[in-house]
Every structure is written in C-alpha cells, then in structure tokens.
C-alpha cells in the first residue's frame, strides 16, 4: 500500500490520520485497515501522542470497506484463492478485520475526534461513531448501508448503535439504510457537533489541542470508565471507579491538578 493513502502528522502532542483515496470515497482497502490499526496502536504507546484526530480527504470520510479492492469480496479463502471459502473464513475475516479496527479505536489510549468531512457508510460510518467524539460538517452524511447490499451489518454497527441512540432507532437506521443528514445525526447523539464545511478542521484541531493539554492518564481512564459502563452492573461500574482513582493518584497530572487548585492557578499538565 503506498503510505499517501494513509496520511499521518504529529504536531503538537496532536496526530492526525487522514484516509487519502478520494477517487474511492476513502473506502478502506486490507492494508489501510492494518495501518489504522498500527497508527492507532502507537499513538497509545507514544508519550509524544496526546490526541488523535481522523479524518479524510475529498468527499467522503469513509465509504466503508472497500468491496471492489478485496476487503471482502476479493480476500482469499482457505484454499487460497479469492471467492474460495470454507465454513468459518466469514468469521474469521471479520474478527481479524473490521472488528479489529473498531477495536483499535475503542481502545486507544488517547482521546479519539472523528472530523466526518463527506459520507460515512457501513464500516465508515462505524469507524466515526466508535471514536470518542464526533465532529460532522454540515455535508456530511451517515449511512447503514449494509441492507442495501443484503448484508449483515460489520464493525460493531449492532453493538455501537444501539449504545448511542436505543435499539429501536438503530433498528430504524439499520433495517432502512437511509442517508442521514449531519443535523439528524446530530439531533440523534450521533454526532457532538455540526459545524460548516469549511470550518471543520479549525474546529477539530483546537478541540484537539485541548485534549492534548490536558492530563492524559486521567482522559485514558475516564475513556476505559465509559466504555465499561455500558456492559457492567453498578457494583463492577464502582469497583472500577475506585481502580481508576488509586490509578490516576499516582500520575504527575493528578498531582499538579491538586497543586494548581490550592495555589490558585491553572495547572500545566504534562500526560504522565
């Protein structure tokens, strides 16, 4: 895969991944999906990493899973050849795949913006909603397109929306397949903010920036302490709480957060 289809910049503690295949809506091919992955992997290795944004080129943020390219009709099957399949490969393609990705983003150590620039189907649309904000531009749409093809819906679609907006909405979006505007996104809790199409980097870049210089273990935690909630009863929600407080006392941020409240100014943290 040549790197230019997936742009990655770190400046100020911020790293910016920006799917680049416009001519394709940046719908994601095998190996941009192990490099998202990679990328993702690193930023939450890298003390230099404070916030990721993602992003895409041209129209499209992306239009899910590149069906033309291999991502799904063209891998190959046991027996080595493309459309070859035994019971089993589906699966596994899948957990080795798309869930992996969605994975990848839920996981991250660092804060995650989806900058939604154009279209979000399927696995795109999946990609967005996994991070841990949303930024749409008033172009953007997001679209369950799997019905449209007869499929299942991947990535953790049946798992990430019924979280966000209630089974029965998200059977509404997933049975019908309907675009949906970036306001209607909006007003669903898809998304935490539209903003005009030209105005979307701005946007994504200083609320990134403010992540960054914020205190980076304690956002790490509060993102494992959200996630969990959704699958945990009150008693394993609290013990978790308290885990997360021993952790989090014992950073250099928590201190100077306590430090700069007595002292009266505003605290420099540094992520450790």
């Known amino acids: 895969m040549p790197v230019s289809e997936v742009l990655h910049v770190v400046d100020g503690g911020v790293a910016q991944v920006t799917l680049n295949r416009p001519e394709a809506l940046n719908a994601i091919t095998p190996d941009q999906r192990e490099r998202l992955i ?8 890298d003390p230099g990493v404070r916030a990721v944004v993602l992003t895409g080129t041209g129209r499209g943020f992306c239009a899910g899973a590149d069906l033309r390219g291999g991502a799904v009709a063209g891998e190959r099957g046991a027996g080595g050849v493309a459309g070859e399949r ?6 596994r393609m899948i957990r080795d ?3 992996r990705l969605i994975a990848a983003v839920l996981d991250c150590e660092k804060p ?7 279209t979000a189907a399927g696995l795109g649309a999946h990609l967005a909603l996994a991070c841990d904000l949303v930024l749409a531009a008033e172009s953007a749409r997001f679209i369950e397109v799997f019905v449209r093809r007869g499929l299942v819906p991947d990535g953790g679609g049946a798992y990430l929306l019924p979280r966000l907006v209630g089974p029965q909405r998200a059977k509404e979006l997933m049975f019908f397949g309907d ?4 306001a209607d996104a909006e007003r669903l809790g898809l998304v935490n903010r539209v903003v005009p199409d030209g105005e979307l980097d701005k946007t994504a870049r200083e609320w990134a920036a403010r992540l960054a210089a914020g205190p980076t273990r304690a956002l790490a935690l509060t993102k494992q302490l959200v996630n969990a909630s959704l699958d945990s009863d009150r008693a394993t929600a609290f013990a ?21 409240f007595v002292e009266r100014r505003s605290p420099e943290y540094r992520g450790r």
């Open 112 to 118: 995650v913006i989806a900058a939604v620039n154009g």
């Open 240 to 260: 978790a709480e308290a885990a997360a407080q021993e952790i989090n006392m014992t950073t250099a941020d928590a201190q100077e957060g306590v430090a700069s």
């Open 97 to 99: 795949g798309a869930q």
């Open 179 to 182: 675009a949906l505007s970036a």
């Open 38 to 45: 990679r990328l993702l992997g690193e930023a939450s290795a």
């Open 86 to 91: 035994v019971a089993g490969d589906v699966a």
